[in-house]
C-alpha cells in the first residue's frame, strides 16, 4: 500500500537555527496531513497540521508547507531550542477513513 | 480531563497468553485507534472505531481483537501472544467538527513483551 516516508532518518542543528524535516507523501487522495513530536518514552504529540485545501500554516514557532504538485510536506521549527529535540513524524490520511499513516520519522538533535 | 490513558503502562507476556490493553478517554470522542509502534518506526494501524458498537481493521489486524461497547472505552485483546507482538502501543482518540476529523490524540503508550 501507498506510505509516507522521509528523507532524512537524522537531522543535527544548532540551538537557535531553524530546522526543516521534509517528508513525501504518495497517496495523491491524502487531504488531511500531521506533523507529530515523540519524545522518548511517550505518545507522539500534536503539533501542527493542514488539509489539502492550503499550502500553509503557520503555528507557535513552527510553520507547515504543502506541495501537492510533488507530494512533499514540510515542517519548519523556528529558533531550536533544546526541548525541541525529538522525533518527528508525519501522517498523512483522507477524510473519508481516519486511517493515519505514519512516515518513518526524523530523530532531531539540537546542538548547544 | 485526563485525555487518553492506557493500562498497564508495561507487561511480559508469555507466548501463548493472552491479555486486555486498556483505552479510555474522557473527552466524549467518537472515533479511537490502535496502533503499534516498533522500533525506529512509525506507527502502524490496528483496529480502529467511528462509535460505540462499530469497529474496523487498519493496515496489521492479524492477532488482536476489539470492541467498543461504550464511547470512552476502547479495548484491545491479544488471544494467543507471539512474540511478533512484541511492541509499543498506542491507543488514539478523535472527534468530528464541521463534517472532518480532527486531529488524533494520542495516549502514553503500552510497551508489550512477549518472551
Known amino acids: 500500500g501507498e506510505s509516507v516516508g522521509l528523507h532524512l532518518p537524522t537531522l543535527s542543528v544548532q540551538e537557535g537555527d531553524n530546522s526543516i524535516i521534509n517528508c513525501a507523501y504518495s497517496?495523491?487522495?491524502?487531504?488531511?496531513f500531521i506533523w507529530y513530536k515523540q519524545e522518548s518514552g511517550k505518545g507522539p504529540q500534536f503539533i501542527i497540521d493542514?488539509?489539502?485545501?492550503?499550502d500553509k500554516r503557520q503555528g507557535q514557532r513552527v510553520t507547515v508547507l504543502l506541495n501537492k504538485t510533488v507530494k512533499h510536506l514540510s515542517l519548519q521549527i523556528a529558533a531550536t531550542q533544546p526541548g525541541d529535540s525529538a522525533v518527528y513524524f508525519c501522517?498523512?490520511?483522507?477524510?473519508?477513513?481516519?486511517?493515519?499513516?505514519f512516515g518513518q520519522g526524523t530523530r532531531l538533535t539540537i546542538n548547544p | 480531563n485526563a485525555g487518553v490513558t492506557q493500562t498497564p503502562k508495561f507487561q511480559v507476556l508469555k507466548t501463548g497468553q493472552s491479555m486486555t490493553l486498556q483505552c479510555a478517554q474522557d473527552?466524549?470522542?467518537?472515533?479511537m485507534s490502535w496502533y503499534r509502534q516498533d522500533p525506529g518506526m512509525g506507527l502502524r494501524l490496528i483496529h480502529y472505531?467511528?462509535?460505540?458498537?462499530?469497529?474496523d481493521q487498519g493496515e496489521v489486524p492479524n492477532g488482536y481483537n476489539v470492541s467498543r461497547s461504550t464511547t470512552e472505552d476502547f479495548p484491545l485483546r491479544l488471544l494467543s501472544a507471539a512474540p511478533s507482538q512484541t511492541s509499543v502501543y498506542f491507543c488514539?482518540?478523535?472527534?468530528?467538527?464541521?463534517?472532518?476529523?480532527?486531529?488524533?490524540?494520542f495516549g502514553p503508550g503500552t510497551r508489550l513483551l512477549v518472551l
Open positions: 488514539a482518540s478523535s472527534y468530528l467538527r464541521t463534517g472532518q476529523w480532527e486531529t488524533q490524540y
Open positions: 497517496n495523491s487522495a491524502s487531504d488531511y
Open positions: 493542514i488539509r489539502s485545501n492550503m
Open positions: 501522517a498523512e490520511t483522507y477524510q473519508g477513513a481516519q486511517k493515519l499513516v
Open positions: 473527552m466524549n470522542h467518537e472515533y
Open positions: 472505531s467511528v462509535g460505540a458498537g462499530i469497529t
